[in-house]
């Protein structure tokens, strides 16, 4: 699940209209609009901090690093496994991760 689709979730289970999230963060409606449909990539820490915040989630949750609440035994086993590797090989991997993701953003239109 991404980070988009989070925030939607979050929004939509606590009732609050866009406007109303924008203006409790300090950011515009179309602001928020554009980070529900993942057109705009890699909010602000502090902006990360302020969503998290708001709907008492944690960071890790927005972001889905948070393993134990997603139950997904198949991506804590990999994210374990990576910890047990040298740093170099780490690097590796996250290059990988990130071709991966940009052939997709390609192959999906959005560059």
């Known amino acids: 699940m991404t980070f988009a689709v989070r925030l939607n979730e979050l929004r939509v289970k ?3 209209s866009l406007q109303e ?16 449909k993942g057109r705009t990539d890699n909010p602000s820490l502090e902006l990360l901090t302020k969503i998290a915040d708001y709907f008492k989630v944690s960071i ?26 040298e740093e170099n090989d780490r690097a590796i991997i996250d290059d990988m991760i990130q071709s991966l993701r940009n052939r997709r ?3 999906d239109g959005k560059n």
């Open 14 to 16: 606590k009732k609050k």
């Open 21 to 36: 999230v924008a203006d409790a963060l300090g950011v515009s409606k179309t602001h928020i609009w554009e980070l529900e």
């Open 60 to 85: 890790r949750h927005l972001v889905g690093e948070d393993f134990e609440s997603d139950q997904n035994d198949e991506m804590a086993r990999m994210f374990r496994q990576v910890g047990d590797l």
């Open 105 to 107: 953003k390609g192959a």
